[in-house]
């Protein structure tokens, strides 16, 4: 009997994440998967079409641009987000007083992303903008970083490093405190340098760290909206319309729910399959220490 109390007090404490999950999470997902099958304006009757919604996007323009506009954001977010935030996690794994510099570091993570957006529009300003202030000081013109098609994804990949970098570090850093002090001393009695002991002990021990950031990044580079939506409204000429603003244009601007809802389907399915190409490759390259 006290068995059977345990276990039900057990499912008590679970069912408020379970209740959340399915309501705001499952539910939504197998909802958005039936209206991708329909003709639907979010008010009148639904009406059954079958796979034409899907038809419709790959053969829509805009799907194709919100898609190459995805693909070049991602290139240019996820290599130096990783690289510069595993850089910073090194320089502060052995400094004093890191505890403040991860806070500082982290801040921007917890801001919300239309002030983060607003400050940046300000930054980035193409006339008065501090960057361009501080470019014209070294004798380089800036551009129009959100009015010109050229730099507005650049623009905004600029942001998002800066925005993310503070969460990648925190957690590199928890990863580089899980590696034994000893290998880096086997290494030194063996004459390693600096360099040496990161690529060859730091690197591979950090590599399921490393990897998680990794899916982690593609998750959130595919799902990126935010920056676009509050800085340049999917512009100039949509040279920043990414896929999350192409599902939310058709869903609440155009009101063919469907289409959106098959947008968001397809848009799943490719996440879903980057996921898994990158856990295919990981057996190549990420080492489980002891």
């Given at each position: 009997m006290h068995k059977r109390q345990r276990t039900l007090a057990g499912y008590l404490f679970i069912t408020?994440?379970?209740?959340g999950l399915l309501a705001f999470s499952l539910f939504p997902v197998a909802y958005a998967l039936v209206l991708s099958f329909m003709k639907w304006?979010?008010?009148?009757?639904k009406t059954f079409v079958g796979f034409a919604n899907f038809s419709k996007q790959f053969h829509n323009p805009d799907f194709w641009m919100a898609m190459k506009n995805t693909v070049y954001y991602m290139i240019l977010v996820i290599p130096v987000g990783i690289v510069i935030s595993l850089l910073l996690a090194v320089a502060l794994n052995n400094v004093k007083g890191k505890e403040i510099y991860r806070v500082f570091y982290f801040m921007p993570v917890v801001t919300s992303s239309v002030s983060i957006g607003v400050i940046w529009m300000w930054i980035l300003n193409g006339d008065f903008g501090i960057l361009?202030?501080?470019?014209?000081?070294?004798?380089?013109?800036?551009?129009?970083?959100?009015?010109?098609t050229n730099w507005v994804i650049p623009a905004i990949a600029i942001l998002s490093i800066w925005w993310g970098l503070g969460n990648n570090m925190v957690i590199f850093l928890a990863g580089l405190q899980g590696i034994s002090r000893s290998y880096y001393e086997a290494a030194e009695i063996d004459g390693a340098n600096t360099?040496?002991?990161f690529w060859h002990i730091t690197l591979?021990?950090?590599?399921?760290?490393?990897?998680?950031?990794?899916?982690?990044?593609?998750?959130?580079?595919f799902q990126?909206?935010?920056?676009?939506?509050v800085m340049t409204?999917?512009?100039?000429?949509?040279?920043?319309?990414?896929l999350v603003y192409?599902?939310?244009?058709?869903?609440?601007?155009?009101?063919?729910?469907?289409?959106?809802?098959a947008t968001a389907m397809i848009l799943f399915v490719i996440i879903l399959f980057f996921t898994l190409i990158q856990f295919k490759m990981s057996k190549r390259w990420v080492h489980y220490g002891e």
């Open positions: 408020p994440q379970l209740i304006d979010g008010f009148g009757a361009n202030l501080l470019l014209s000081h070294i004798g380089i013109e800036g551009p129009k970083w959100l009015t010109d360099f040496q002991k591979p021990l950090l590599s399921p760290t490393t990897f998680f950031i990794a899916i982690m990044a593609i998750i959130g580079s990126v909206f935010d920056q676009a939506f409204n999917g512009g100039p000429a949509k040279a920043s319309y990414t192409h599902i939310y244009q058709q869903g609440f601007i155009d009101f063919k729910m469907g289409e959106s809802s």
